[in-house]
């Protein structure tokens, strides 16, 4: 069983930058691929970036390479997610998730409860 806390949401203007973390609890972190996924008010939730249990492989939506970077700590049993040069259209829900595979953008087995981010023009 892996429990998962995500923090450092809030509200940024456009072009501004957030740093979200993720805590988790459990005998698997270490080896688990760690994702992080969104869901925008009407709208699917997405994924965003992914991670390797190494923390040596990662990957990305489209929508954020370039501007977003997924790391994690395995030492404190974190994942990050740092998002700079935000958008209103990141506006959403943030959740972390233990992915069932590298390169998964689907199967998960465990999310956490989410943290705001709100973007503004």
């Known amino acids: 069983q892996v429990q998962l806390v995500e923090s450092g949401g809030g509200s940024v203007q456009a072009g501004g930058s957030l740093r979200l973390s993720c805590a988790a609890s459990?005998?698997?972190?270490?080896?688990?691929?760690m994702g992080w996924f969104r869901q925008a008010p009407g709208k699917e939730r997405e994924f965003v970036a992914g991670i390797n249990w190494r923390g040596s492989r990662t990957y990305y939506a489209d929508s954020v390479k370039g501007r977003f970077t997924i790391s994690r700590d395995n030492a404190k049993n974190t994942v990050y997610l740092q998002m700079n040069s935000l958008k209103p259209e990141d506006t959403a829900v943030y959740y972390c998730?233990?992915?069932?595979?590298?390169?998964?953008?689907?199967?998960?087995?465990?999310w956490g409860q989410g943290t705001q981010v709100t973007v503004s023009s």
């Open positions: 998730a233990v992915m069932r595979y590298y390169g998964a953008t689907r199967d998960y087995d465990y």
């Open positions: 459990g005998r698997t972190f270490n080896t688990a691929t």
